[in-house]
């Protein structure tokens, strides 16, 4: 071990880093001096390790702060064990999620681009050459459990109910083993898991995909659809070093983001709709085998302080899991509502919804959904509500642009490209039963009932 004193000769420190395991044999280099503590030591690269040190011992102060604050009792102790994964190094790896960052960050850990390529035909499979379910189906859907995360549930609406958790569901593996619910699960006899996010209405409950991951006996299926251009941030599915890999924007390195968008070389998007086995997610668990890659978003507080957001995906556990693909699905399975363009969509005659499940209209002429871009006026729930007397008829329309102070009656009709604006000062009220078919409105409009 390198040679190291304090201004105190104390040892605590060394003894904590040691077991930390910061110091390691061999470090006899260039001396410096560390302006945290005036440790004076020597190495390459201990000075980094010792700086990463006090980064941790500083999170976890802040942590414990936030462990005070909840009260004793069942309560503290849960979301205590919980701020211990974002720390804690004797902890399952996956889940000391600071820890990790700043060792992969020390060792200057970077996605190796030239093994990046597009999933091969093994790696997914095409929705409409699955097998049609069984007559045994019904003994599957018991063996079933569904999971909704909950994302950010119209954050850019205004929506103020629960918020997404900020390190990400790359934890949900984690959460099911530490609630007990794993073993509930197991122990009720179910098999399989359907998970998605709480805001993507079509993401229901597919017998054919179920049926398939039983035949195959795949324990992990991603589900992904065609890539269009309001997607080519999403995350996608890819061949790494031979193995199937989920890859976010955030990981690509910046010279590489063209490629990560091009819709050539990855063609699909992950929908965030897994189907995992369940005695997997526990052997998985339990064996220490989660690895799952940590996404880094540079972010701005309210403040001005730059912070970044540290977090991990649960599709990324694809790695993980034996016989894991992906499937390619229709776009009808994937219906996220995050805006009120998208509230707008579902709440039109573009959609009827049969036996719980939203389908598109069978008199929509064509099979993709209108583009829409409603201005700052329509941005929050309440606002957008009040701006429509009742929802337009949409089935021949191609695109809609809105913005300023804009209302509408009911029964409006759409069609082809229509373009709505209204100038700062300015108010336009489109009439009831009006039908504006490839029109560009513009100016003041407003039609009093009498």
Wanted: charged share 25%.
């Amino acid at each position: 071990m390198a040679t190291i004193e304090s201004q105190d000769g104390s040892q605590e420190h060394l003894r904590a880093l040691s077991a930390a395991g910061f110091l390691k044999e061999g470090h006899a280099a260039a001396v410096r001096k560390c302006p945290y503590t005036g440790f004076i030591f020597g190495g390459d690269k201990l000075y980094d390790r010792l700086t990463c040190f006090f980064a941790f011992q500083t999170m976890r102060n802040e942590l414990n702060k936030l462990v005070q604050q909840v009260p004793s009792g069942p309560s503290q102790t849960a979301f205590a064990l919980e701020m211990d994964g974002f720390y804690r190094m004797e902890l399952r790896h996956d889940f000391s999620l600071f820890t990790r960052y700043l060792s992969e960050r020390a060792k200057g850990t970077k996605l190796n681009w030239k093994e990046v390529h597009s999933p091969g035909p093994e790696q997914i499979k095409s929705y409409k050459d699955l097998p049609k379910p069984a007559d045994d189906i019904n003994e599957f859907i018991n063996k079933l459990a569904v999971l909704k995360l909950n994302g950010g549930l119209g954050t850019t609406m205004g929506c103020v109910g629960p918020k997404r958790y900020p390190p990400g569901h790359g934890d949900l593996f984690e959460a099911l083993a530490n609630s007990g619910t794993l073993d509930d699960l197991i122990e009720q006899g179910k098999e399989y898991l359907f998970v998605s996010n709480v805001d993507n209405l079509g993401a229901t409950v597919d017998l054919g995909i179920l049926h398939h991951m039983a035949s195959s006996q795949s324990e992990f299926i991603m589900e992904l659809t065609d890539k269009t251009k309001a997607d080519i941030k999403g995350g996608t599915l890819i061949d790494y070093n031979g193995s199937v890999r989920l890859l976010e924007i955030a990981q690509v390195p910046p010279e590489h983001v063209d490629d990560f968008k091009s819709v050539k070389k990855f063609r699909y998007f992950n929908t965030n709709n897994l189907w995992i086995s369940l005695k997997a997610i526990k052997r998985v668990v339990d064996n220490n085998e989660l690895a799952m890659e940590i996404i880094v978003n540079n972010k701005t507080a309210d403040n001005g302080e730059k912070v970044i957001q540290l977090e991990t995906a649960v599709g990324a556990a694809i790695k993980h899991f034996n016989g894991a693909h992906g499937v390619n699905v229709p776009r009808s399975r994937f219906l996220p509502v995050k805006s009120t363009s998208d509230l707008f969509l579902i709440t039109s005659d573009l959609y009827k919804l049969n036996h719980g499940e939203l389908t598109m209209n069978p008199k929509r002429i064509f099979n993709n959904v209108p583009l829409i871009k409603l201005g700052d006026h329509f941005k929050k729930v309440a606002h957008f509500q009040a701006r429509f007397q009742g929802p337009p008829h949409i089935l021949e329309l191609d695109h809609l642009t809105v913005t300023g102070d804009i209302t509408f009656g009911h029964d409006v009709v759409l069609q082809g490209t229509v373009i709505i604006v209204a100038n700062h000062g300015e108010r336009i009220d489109i009439p009831s039963g009006s039908i504006l078919n490839d029109k560009v409105v513009s100016g003041n409009l407003r039609i009093l009932d009498h």
